[in-house]
């Protein structure tokens, strides 16, 4: 039997893409190496925290999937970005503030939050109940992708680790950024670290967030405090992005010792705070392939691109991939046509790759401008936020880029 399309990886993005095909009527087979979601226990599962733009939640809706999500999806109000600690920053003329409310655009429409953050256990818990329930997903968990073969020029077959090989027109990756079958299909890759590790972990603190994400530069690399869901408690989320040997150090010490850093940066904004749950910690590199299709095969998500966590949007740029993809195939399959013909899977890389440079760039752009000790760079960062600051059209751009506005309003609207 010939499957329409064969999905390797099970991440947000594997099952994201899955669920998205098969709400469009499109039958698939999703294999990912992790054990089946229900015999995971907690701890296993990834413990970050991700900013999900609104053009992301936007997409999640279209699938069916944002109304099980919401109810856990913190809105971001505020974005607030400084060099200085909280108390200094806010009076700086260098600090800038992302605040939809105070730029009096759109009074007609209601308050659009600037994105939400969401654990990403439940994400990956809201995709998990709807595949296993739809009855156009197979879905192979604990089972390795180890090879591809070709039995002819109109069928890709991917060899498992349970012995199964499983014919199909398409296979799409999403297999993450150390990619068996990009490896397999000799797509090179450029890769590169930022010398830097992100420690993430949850706190607990005395005031509210009012759902304010605050992001500050320091010389080893941006810390970001991101508001949480509060269920009772207040809670936001921390990445604390450090050189490897500073981020090691900070690792070993006690939590209070951490909390007394945290409560000084974010002093009078948190009152006092109080670290929850587990650490964990993230060498930062970044990697793009060369090209994003081989024969009958697809790469999206981090098998195609890894950025930098400072701007929080590279699973944003995985969703943007999947939302790409299911317009195309789905426009493919209406016309009667076949699923890898080389025309189809330009298309996709046409369109994804221009914004994927984009986020790339800039992400890089930004971290190298703000993670440094150099004074001419201090005083470039400090002219760039002034003009922000001072230039309200230059602000709106850059919020509905943060809101993930400017790329994926038009294609959203294009209803399937
Ligand atoms: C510290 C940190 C903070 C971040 N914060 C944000 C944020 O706020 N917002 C944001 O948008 N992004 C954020 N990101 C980026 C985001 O986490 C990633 O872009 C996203 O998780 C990638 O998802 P994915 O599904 O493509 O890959 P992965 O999550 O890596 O999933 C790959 C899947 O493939 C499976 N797999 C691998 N090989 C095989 C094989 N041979 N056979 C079968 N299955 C296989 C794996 O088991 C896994 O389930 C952050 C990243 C870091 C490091």
């Known amino acids: 039997m010939v499957e329409e399309i064969i999905i390797i990886g099970g991440g947000i993005i594997g099952m ?45 809706e279209k699938i069916g999937l944002w109304k099980n999500m919401v109810s856990m999806a913190q809105p971001i109000w505020q974005i607030r970005v400084s060099d200085q600690k909280e108390h200094i920053a806010s009076q700086s003329r260098f ?32 995709l998990f109940e709807q595949l296993i329930h739809h009855p156009l997903i197979k879905y192979y968990p604990g089972v390795q992708l180890t090879n591809i073969l070709y039995k002819n020029p109109t069928e890709i077959q991917a060899i498992l680790s349970d012995g199964q090989t499983i014919s199909s027109k398409l296979l799409i990756a999403a297999d993450g950024r150390n ?25 607990e603190h005395q005031h509210p967030h009012q759902g304010i994400a605050i992001e500050h530069f320091t010389p080893g690399g941006p810390l970001a405090v991101l508001p949480m869901c509060t269920d009772g408690h207040n809670k936001s989320a ?57 024969d009958r095969i697809i790469l999206i998500g981090d098998a195609a691109h890894a950025i930098h966590p400072i701007a929080g949007q590279g699973l944003n740029l995985g969703i943007r991939d999947c939302h790409a993809l299911i317009d195309i195939i789905y426009n493919i399959k209406r016309l009667g046509l076949d699923l890898g013909t080389t025309s189809m899977l330009h298309d996709y890389e046409r369109r994804r790759r221009p914004d994927n440079l984009l986020l790339i760039g800039a992400t890089d752009f930004l971290d190298r401008l703000f993670s440094n000790h150099s004074r001419l760079l201090r005083s470039v960062r400090h ?3 002034g003009l922000v600051h001072r230039i309200p059209p230059l602000k709106m751009v850059l919020m509905k880029q943060a809101m993930g506005m400017l790329i994926d309003a038009p294609a959203s609207s294009k209803d399937n």
């Open 16 to 60: 994201s893409i899955a669920v998205g095909l098969a709400t469009h009527q499109i039958p698939v087979v999703l294999v990912d190496q992790q054990p089946d979601y229900r015999k995971h226990n907690d701890t296993f599962i990834d413990n970050r925290c991700s900013a999900i733009t609104a053009g992301s939640a936007m997409i999640f």
């Open 179 to 203: 990619s068996k079958v990009r490896n397999i299909a000799n797509i090179s890759v450029v890769r590169w670290s930022y010398q830097q590790h992100a420690m993430i972990f949850n706190i």
């Open 238 to 294: 921390i990445v604390w992005t450090e050189t490897p040997e500073k981020a090691e150090y900070l690792y070993q010490q006690p939590h209070q010792f951490l909390e007394h850093i945290l409560e000084q940066y974010f002093y009078p904004t948190l009152g006092n705070i109080q670290i929850s749950g587990d650490k964990k910690i993230y060498p930062l590199s970044g990697l793009h392939a060369s090209r994003y299709v081989g």
């Open 383 to 385: 002219l760039g936020m």
């Open 95 to 126: 600090f800038v503030h992302f605040n939809p409310a105070a730029t009096g655009a759109n009074i007609s429409q209601p308050l659009q939050p600037l994105g939400y953050m969401l654990a990403n256990r439940d994400v990956r818990r809201v």
